[in-house]
């Protein structure tokens, strides 16, 4: 407490808090019938029973929540509506003090309408103080791309040329699939974001500083992907085709079938996107006591990937009443990717004198697939969906084999073919168990516990001309939560605890039998106040502990060869790194525009960092250090809305202050800098069947230890024709359209100074085509069609 003087405050404040009194204030939720989301701009009006008189009239927020004030005593009802949909009544209640009416549940209209067409959109961007939420429906790019195209387009987000994903500098982040861990995106999350296609996801919520129920993993905080669930009834289907540049092309097909009680999907993809990067890498190596040049390395080359991904996703969910439904889901990924490489490398000495000249041609036969299954129940108690009981058991298990052989060819000094072999085999399992039990204790709190256990089994194996190498990795984790939340006027506090033992094995078998066992118990608290201004202004301020915990690959000392002058290298004694993050947002709202700044506040103990260290004369080893402590602060501003009705955009721009401490590894006590970032998405309607997208991001130069990395902008479009009563669309849609995505690292420290370049050899270019059909697109244009979550009206 002494350490962090403003968890003192925080915590005297939140407590004065549940001392206050409050009378006459009335407060609810709605959402949508078909998926449980909240609904934003819902119209509330507050009616006497006596003569049915409006007293008062709202409409909800982003959580689709809404509030009434200072209202005299006396016995009112609410109605609910909001276009497209059923109205729906509360019984008259009697007003002797605060009261909360519950969750509102509004059902689209089933009828139609004779020449008459009611149009209601889907906001791209839902932006609010705790998450935002990207739909993807109305993205161009969704037709034709990954999920990892369409994280680029969300504020905060960046993708690399590699599908690494940062969130506010970091690359440590938390991935769900619909609110649970995933065994596909915890190893190699960038490769498997480029698998998951971006048609088959409703929608990506980004939790920037998540509150204690959910997993403290990751810096950046979470990235939640929700999967399509069609809930409409009969059958309905989608199928999608796209054909690309530099021989690209996907395909698959969507299946859904929904009754009254019973929904089932099934969902098949197939992937080949392959592309060709351009790389440059030079190195010069110095004597640290005086400076001279001992050796320059050069290299320049070209690689090409041609990966084959089938991804299958299937499901069931069975209702058995109003209280009680199970889910059954399942899912199976496999991919063969062929990897192809050459470059020409030259070494030459202090007085520029060649030592060395060769080329290098590598091959890469990768072949790994992943399956997973899960089921779930959940129960209500008497109807009422905040007090529900949710058990949930998940099994998943993947293999991975990769054979790489690499040719040397000499030209100089010696005309020699030498060849080196790696092959690496990794394989593993993980069990997650889940329980979450939600209660209300009154009309003005709720209260929140469950269970999560974890347990993940790595087996990794490797050889190559030095010998075999094995290395198992266990990681059990048992955590407890409890939430607590309540309505005092007009704020709303929730606090939240987090215990977890966590017990690791890192166990080196061959070539020596090396158990080093970390064993700990752990406490991440988390506060969360929100203050209503009004029904369009709210503050927000939030704080959470978190920790990022070293992988399999970042324990296991063993160098793993990208190529004979690159390798990676775990650190077995790395200790997990400790956040305490901190936000502070306020938000105003109108049905035209929202705008969202706020600043943030992270301070990092045991910080993990890249470190690259130099091996002979051309060999660089790049491995994992704790660094003493780093911090950083940024300032965040989101703007989002429409300004005419045919042009829709979410501008975001931000500013970081990064500062880290690495005496530890011997370098300046102190570096720091400010980058920032600028991310431009717009929707052009330019007429009600063709839509144009544009999307621009910038990202400035980042701090490292060792050095920075170099700037980073590009420009994506796509254009998206409607035929045949919008049941058909042709897209045309082009990733970096001027091909001004490079990433450039530079590393000057005494001993080496680095400068690398990667980037690819052409834009992406893709030629799409979708068709939906089924019972829920029957080619009547007089249906009305609506979507659930962040409805704008026009």
């Not at 109003?322 to 020409?344: R, T, V």
């Not at 999560?452 to 790595?458: L, R, S, V």
């Not at 202004?537 to 399999?552: D, I």
């Not at 621009?696 to 998206?720: C, D, H, R, W």
Request: net charge negative; with cysteine.
């Amino acid at each position: 407490m002494v350490k962090y003087p403003i968890l003192g405050i925080i915590f005297l404040f939140c407590f004065s808090l549940l001392n206050a009194q409050s009378k006459y204030i009335i407060t609810g939720q709605i959402v949508d019938a078909d998926n449980n989301e909240p609904m934003l701009y819902a119209n509330i009006a507050l009616s006497r029973d006596t003569d049915s008189t409006l007293v008062a009239g709202t409409v909800t927020n982003a959580d689709g929540n809404f509030k009434f004030e200072n209202i005299a005593g006396g016995k009112y009802f609410i109605k609910a509506s909001f276009i497209g949909y059923e109205k729906k009544e509360t019984p008259v209640f009697e007003l002797i003090g605060n009261i909360y009416v519950g969750k509102l549940v509004l059902k689209k209209l089933s009828i139609l309408i004779d020449e008459v067409t009611v149009s209601g959109e889907k906001s791209t961007l839902v932006s609010g103080l705790e998450k935002k939420i990207y739909n993807v429906g109305k993205d161009i790019i969704s037709e034709s791309g990954s999920v990892s195209d369409i994280l680029q387009n969300i504020p905060s987000v960046s993708v690399d040329v590699n599908g690494n994903v940062t969130i506010r500098g970091t690359t440590k982040i938390t991935y769900l699939i619909n609110g649970r861990s995933s065994a596909r995106l915890r190893r190699n999350p960038a490769t498997a974001l480029k698998t998951i296609p971006a048609y088959t996801i409703e929608r990506i919520e980004v939790i920037t500083n998540p509150s204690a129920k959910y997993n403290p993993e990751g810096t950046g905080g979470i990235v939640n992907i929700i999967a399509r669930k069609d809930t409409e009834t009969g059958k309905n289907g989608q199928i999608i085709g796209n054909i690309g540049n530099e021989s690209k092309y996907n395909t698959g097909i969507n299946l859904s079938y929904g009754q009254s009680n019973l929904n089932t999907f099934l969902s098949y993809s197939l992937r080949h996107p392959s592309g060709t990067n351009i790389f440059f890498d030079e190195r010069i190596k110095k004597d640290i006591s005086n400076g001279q040049v001992l050796t320059k390395y050069n290299e320049n080359g070209k690689s090409l990937t041609k990966p084959l991904a089938h991804v299958l996703d299937a499901g069931l969910v069975y209702q058995f009443n109003d209280d009680n439904l199970i889910e059954f889901s399942g899912n199976y990924f496999s991919q063969n990717s062929f990897h192809k490489g050459s470059s020409l490398i030259n070494l030459i000495n202090g007085q520029n004198q060649l030592i060395e000249s060769y080329r290098s041609e590598n091959t890469n036969d990768e072949y790994e697939k992943e399956g997973e299954g899960g089921i779930s129940f959940e129960h209500l108690f008497n109807g009422n969906e905040d007090h529900s009981l949710v058990l949930e058991a998940a099994v998943a298990g993947y293999d991975e084999k990769e054979d790489l052989i690499f040719n040397e060819i000499s030209s100089f000094p010696n005309n020699e073919l030498a060849v080196k072999n790696l092959f690496v085999n990794k394989r593993g399992s993980q069990i997650e168990l889940v329980s979450e039990y939600a209660m209300p204790i009154n009309d003005e709190s709720d209260f929140e516990a469950g269970y999560t256990g974890e347990f993940i089994h790595d087996n990794i194996f490797y050889i190559n001309e030095s010998g075999p190498n094995r290395f198992l990795f266990d990681q059990n984790i048992h955590a407890l939560y409890g939430l607590y939340s309540r309505d005092i006027n007009n704020f709303n506090l929730e606090l939240g605890l987090r215990g977890e033992f966590v017990g690791i094995k890192s166990h080196l078998t061959v070539p020596n039998d090396v158990l080093i066992p970390n064993d700990y118990f752990k406490l991440y608290p988390s506060v969360g106040i929100t203050y209503e201004i009004d029904k369009y202004h709210n503050l927000r301020f939030s704080y959470g502990k978190r920790v990022n915990r070293p992988e399999a690959d970042q324990l296991n000392p063993f160098p793993e060869f990208i190529d004979p002058r690159n390798a990676e290298a775990g650190n077995p004694y790395l200790k997990p790194e400790q956040i305490h993050s901190f936000e502070f947002s306020y938000q105003n709202i109108s049905e035209s525009i929202t705008i969202t700044p706020g600043i943030f506040y992270r301070h990092k103990y045991d910080a993990f960092t890249s470190v690259s260290n130099s091996i002979g004369d051309s060999v660089i080893i790049l491995t994992t250090e704790n660094l003493a402590k780093q911090q950083s602060a940024g300032i965040e501003t989101l703007v989002s809305g429409n300004l005419f009705k045919w042009w829709d955009y979410n501008l975001s721009a931000s500013l970081f202050y990064n500062e880290i401490d690495a005496s530890n590894l011997g370098y300046s006590n102190r570096k720091s800098n400010i980058s920032g970032t600028v991310e431009l998405y717009s929707l052009f309607k330019i007429s009600k069947k063709t839509l144009f997208q544009l999307n621009f991001s910038y990202n400035s130069p980042v701090l490292t230890p060792q050095g920075q990395k170099e700037e980073i902008f590009f420009l994506n479009a796509g254009i998206k024709r409607l035929l045949y009563y919008d049941q058909i669309s042709l897209t045309i849609s082009v990733t970096d359209l001027f091909g001004s995505y490079k990433e450039n690292l530079k590393i000057n420290i005494p001993e080496l100074n680095q400068v690398t370049s990667l980037y690819r050899k052409q834009p992406i270019i893709y030629l799409g085509f979708s068709w939906r059909f089924g019972d829920s697109y029957q080619g009547d244009e007089k249906k009305l069609e609506f979507e659930g979550e962040g409805l704008r009206k026009y």
